[in-house]
């Protein structure tokens, strides 16, 4: 004949705390090191086929080159030479105008006597941002002076960073006229060096 045993509240608790103490155990010591035991499998496993003359990548397809090219062409093509620089002052006035600021003065500044000279790299003081040694600073600022409201220099200066060239805020002064705003913009076009 077999008996049972009472369950008491003490050997329920001491049942409980034993299925805690080994769950915790399992997760705490063994499953941490399954997962290191699998990452150096794998390590291994990647070791072993780079060793055997494997690629580890699959080859670039003939597609995708081509649309690397694809990319790569229309990125320069954003960049501007010095020679373009008029054609950038006239895309930054229709934008402006396109967001509706009310255009007072445009005007390309401080290009020497030769515009097609060679740029050279920016001043680390010309750009509050790190450029690539690659890129370099056209010679020449726009200057933007225009009249809006707030939503529009905010749309102007969103829009500025998605055009068809690259240019770069170099500074933005803002202040309150007859009830509007009233900003000068300095804009500076980059250009790829290679």
């Given at each position: 004949m077999i008996e049972k045993l009472p369950v008491t509240p003490a050997a329920a608790?001491?049942?409980?705390?034993?299925?805690?103490?080994?769950?915790?155990?399992?997760?705490g010591l063994v499953?941490?090191?399954?997962?290191?035991?699998?990452?150096?499998?794998?390590?291994?496993?990647?070791?072993?086929?780079?060793?055997?003359?494997?690629?580890?990548?699959?080859?670039?397809?003939?597609?995708?080159?081509a649309?690397?090219?694809?990319?790569?062409?229309?990125?320069?093509?954003?960049?501007v030479t010095p020679?373009?620089?008029?054609?950038t002052l006239v895309e930054v006035g229709q934008l402006a105008r396109a967001t509706g600021m009310n255009v007072r003065e445009l005007l390309l500044q401080n290009v020497g006597a030769n515009p097609a000279a060679p740029a050279t790299t920016a001043p680390a003081m010309t750009l509050p941002f790190p450029m690539s040694p690659k890129l370099a600073v056209n010679p020449g600022v726009i200057r933007l002076v225009a009249r809006h409201r707030y939503p529009d220099l905010i749309d102007f200066l969103d829009r500025v960073g998605h055009g068809n060239t690259y240019v770069a805020v170099q500074s933005?002064?803002?202040?309150?006229?007859?009830?509007?705003?009233?900003?000068?913009?300095?804009?500076?076009s980059l250009r790829w060096t290679e």
């Amino acid at each position: 004949m077999i008996e049972k045993l009472p369950v008491t509240p003490a050997a329920a608790i001491a049942v409980a705390l034993v299925c805690v103490i080994a769950i915790g155990g399992y997760f705490g010591l063994v499953a941490p090191q399954r997962r290191a035991i699998a990452q150096l499998e794998r390590q291994l496993k990647a070791a072993e086929r780079s060793s055997a003359g494997v690629a580890s990548e699959p080859p670039i397809s003939d597609a995708e080159r081509a649309a690397w090219v694809r990319v790569d062409t229309d990125v320069r093509q954003r960049f501007v030479t010095p020679e373009d620089q008029h054609r950038t002052l006239v895309e930054v006035g229709q934008l402006a105008r396109a967001t509706g600021m009310n255009v007072r003065e445009l005007l390309l500044q401080n290009v020497g006597a030769n515009p097609a000279a060679p740029a050279t790299t920016a001043p680390a003081m010309t750009l509050p941002f790190p450029m690539s040694p690659k890129l370099a600073v056209n010679p020449g600022v726009i200057r933007l002076v225009a009249r809006h409201r707030y939503p529009d220099l905010i749309d102007f200066l969103d829009r500025v960073g998605h055009g068809n060239t690259y240019v770069a805020v170099q500074s933005l002064d803002t202040r309150r006229v007859e009830g509007y705003l009233e900003s000068e913009i300095k804009l500076v076009s980059l250009r790829w060096t290679e």
